[in-house]
Every structure is written in structure tokens, then in C-alpha cells.
């Protein structure tokens, strides 16, 4: 069985990434297909794998601004030759969905959401206040074409996985397709409970607009604690002008340092709506509270209230409402290995075995064989 795994870049090691390197394990002789790939930017388990890119590889400034190609995305997908393999495995944000199965082969889509820049988050990324004229002008162009090519290329996977009941909800909405829920990898053994506390609060994000970093910044210019932000991306110089001595922005951290921060943080701050969300689970590994927006995937994660709860919510993308949130924290009575009991439910092997069973499932017998 020639299998491919269809990823949309490859960039840099976050949450889409690493249910990417599942599926290398599971199947270590398949070819990745990706719009592109940055070289050195990915776990040894990916790039020890055979690599190929669409024409974007090949075109100016793709290393850094490869989300201004979105635009050529989708020709860029469809370009791609899929006809000499048995089954496609997808996980997708954005194009990787489309890769198109020759007659008789089987494509499975690992769903992380339907492309959130032109549907659910578009005024995040293109609002008035979030782009400039020239983009907004040109996105009002191009999504409804996007819109179109996204609904029309669903029909290319034959099963849909939804990270979340969250995503299940918007494929129904868009694709008018049904999926499964396999929530991704939790590589809860990376970490252990803590009890440290070495008096700050801490951010694990990509920095781009709808992860809301900009309301966290905001509301410790006012809180005045200290805050520790990992992470980079296109919002990370407006974020640092808006900044106080306050809080410091770390860059991408090693998995050996991330794991010393999360030990050491108050709690971890979480102010967008994600699809999901491993960041939440990789802080309650560590023992450790979450303060987050209730709404998306972590409604699914974190438990605000009950006999053991694992964080705090607040309920309005709001300065006054986030303080109100971390000020609750002292109040809460936290166990943190009940907290580390509850993320060990999301855990990478219960992952890997959800996903290695659902593929041997849905399989004809005549690919396997």
C-alpha cells in the first residue's frame, strides 16, 4: 500500500504538526506532500521522511511571508500528483483537504477546521482594524472564490475526522459533511507536576491574530504581573510596541525549555478561541490551572467548575473580564495531579491507537491488500 500524508506547510512544530508526526509513525514509509517546507523547522521524525512541495517552494520569500501565497494555495494543492498512491492521510487547517485520490484509492482528512481565514475568523484576520486597505481590498476578492474551491473540493475526502465536537460543528456547517471526533495528541510523559511557582503567568502561541495574545498584552499593561510569552509569528512586533517591561516575549522555545516553563508558571493564559487546543493540556500535564475564553475547543478541555476543576473561564474577550478571571485563581481550590489525571485522558498513545484503528477500519481490503 503506497500511502501519502498531505500536510498544508511545514514550518515550524505546533499543534498541527505534531498529529502530523503520529501519522509518520504510523506509517514511516509514506511520502509528505506540502505546499512547502522550510527546512530544519520540523521534528527529525518529519524530516527524516521523503518530502515533496508544490511551486510555492520555489517562490520568493516562502520561508517567512508563505502565508501571503494563500491565495495560490489551492492551485498549488491542486497541482500536486496523487495517482500512484492507495491512500491519502490529511490534516488539514487549510488546503491539504483537496489533495485529490486517483479512482479506487481512499483519502482520509484529519480536520484541525475548515480554512478559518475565510470562514469563521475572516474579520479576525481581515477586519478593519486587523489588515490594511490594500489586503482587505484584495481578500474581498479573492475569499469568495476560496469559499467556493474550499466547499467544492470536500468531495475528494471519503471520511472526515474532526479534532473536536467544535470543528465537527463547523464541517457540518460548511462542507455539510458528517466526521468523527479523535482529539489530537497530548504528550502528557513529556511532563510532570509542579508545585513551583516562580511568579509568573505564562502564553504558548503562534502570534497571529485570532489567538488574541494582543488581549493578554492589554490586560497585564494593566494587571501589572509579570508575563512570559512563547511563541512568534506576524503580530509579534505590533504586540511587543504595545508591551510594558512587564511581560517578555520568548520566541519558539525548546520542548526541554517549554517544559521548565510551564513548571514554573502561576497558570497559563489562554485568551482565543481555538479549534481545540493541546497548548491548555500541556499546562494541566504540568499540574497547572488554565485562565481561558470560554468559548471553542476549550470548553472540551479545561473544567471551570465542579468537584475538581482545572482552571478558570471568563466569559467576554475583555480586559476587566480576564482580570476578574486570574484574580478567582487564589480562590479555586486546585489538585494538581487531579489536573494531570484529566489531561492524561488526551494522551499520544490513546491517540495513535484511536487513529491506527479508525484508518484499519475504514480501509477496503483491497488497499490493504
Known sequence: MKVALVHDWLTGMRGGEKILEVFCE????????????????????????????????????????????????PAAMDALDFSEYDFILSTSVAVAKAAKPRSGAMHICYCNTPMRYIWDQYEEYFG????????????????PYLRRWDVRTCDRVHYF??????????????YHRTSDVIYPPVSTDAFTV????????LIVSALV????????VETFNRFGERLLIVGSGPEMEKLKKMAKKNI???GWQSDENLVKLYAGCLALIFPGVEDFGIVPLEAM???KPVVAFAKGGALETVVGDGDIPTGVFFHRQMVEALIEAIRALPKMKFDPYAIRRHAEKFDRKEFKRQIAEYVMKQLPVSICT
Do not use: C, W
Not at 482594524?129 to 479573492?142: K, N, Y
Not at 491574530?209 to 493578554?216: Q, S
Open 194 to 201: 509542579s508545585h513551583k511557582d516562580d511568579g509568573y503567568y
Open 161 to 174: 475526522i474532526a479534532n473536536s465536537r467544535n470543528v465537527a460543528e463547523r464541517i457540518s456547517r460548511i
Open 209 to 216: 491574530p485570532y489567538k488574541r495574545v494582543d488581549l493578554a
Open 26 to 73: 504510523l506509517f514511516p514509509d509514506a511520502t509528505i506532500f506540502a505546499t512547502i517546507h522550510n527546512k530544519g523547522t520540523m521534528s527529525p521524525v518529519i524530516e527524516r521522511m521523503k518530502i515533496k512541495t508544490s511551486f510555492i517552494q520555489d517562490l520568493p520569500l516562502k520561508a517567512t511571508k508563505y502565508r501571503n501565497y494563500l491565495p495560490l494555495m
Open 248 to 250: 517578555e516575549f520568548l
Open 128 to 143: 478593519n482594524d486587523r489588515a490594511g486597505i490594500v489586503t482587505r481590498t484584495a481578500m474581498s476578492l479573492i475569499a
Open 285 to 287: 500535564a504540568s499540574g
